[in-house]
């Protein structure tokens, strides 16, 4: 298990292992922490990542590729949990960012996701469609749904879902819609 830091890697061995919560040939370290450097991955199992930030991608790319190397069909999985590796103060808004997202991330099916946001939250459980919800005290469980699509949607999509459903935005026309595009990459530029 690679956590976001050292501090986190010790406080879950002592917390997990130490209290018997998870089996002792369980390893956890920092993602390019000072323990996961020279760490045996060659009988491992599976991976779990924990945080994964796009700061860390290099060391990510490296491990991952170490485990598909492997010539031994022990290496099962690979868990991500909560990464963040596409971040705009990191990777920026053009190339680099996009070639971390096919390398890293596109290949990778989501099966459980989950964001929150400040109206609501977008959730997958697979193998059902990606779903965004509202909150609304009148609705059972204090959410509704808003859409359902079957691939993950970008920010502005979702926020374009959230005012459309709320009347803040027209829906869309049918057509190529250029303009649009080129207006969501502007305002894209500017949140940065």
């Known amino acids: 298990m690679y ?9 879950a061995r002592r917390d997990w292992i130490g209290q018997g919560a998870v089996p002792k ?10 323990g996961s450097a020279g760490a045996d991955i060659s009988k491992d199992v599976a991976i779990i990542f924990f ?5 860390e991608a290099d060391f990510l790319e ?3 590729s170490k485990m598909e190397a492997r010539e031994d069909d022990i290496y099962k999985l690979s868990v991500f949990i909560n990464p963040n590796l596409v971040d705009m ?5 053009g190339m680099a960012g996009r070639l971390l997202r096919e390398r890293l991330l596109d290949g990778l099916p989501n099966v459980y996701y989950l964001r929150t946001l400040q109206w609501g939250a977008l959730t997958r459980s697979w193998p059902k469609d990606f779903s965004v ?3 609304d005290e009148i609705s059972d469980g204090g959410y509704r749904l808003i859409k359902a699509l079957n691939t993950l949607p970008t920010n502005p999509e979702v926020e374009d879902i959230y005012d459309i459903e709320n009347g803040l935005q027209d829906a869309p026309k049918d057509g190529f819609g250029l303009l649009n595009a080129i207006g969501d990459f502007a305002q894209g530029l500017m949140r940065m």
């Open 3 to 11: 956590f976001p830091d050292e501090g986190s890697a010790a406080l």
């Open 25 to 34: 040939c369980v390893e956890m370290s920092s993602l390019g922490g000072m």
């Open 51 to 55: 945080c994964t930030k796009a700061s």
């Open 62 to 64: 490296n491990v991952l």
């Open 89 to 93: 103060g990191v990777t920026g808004f």
């Open 133 to 135: 919800w509202q909150e």
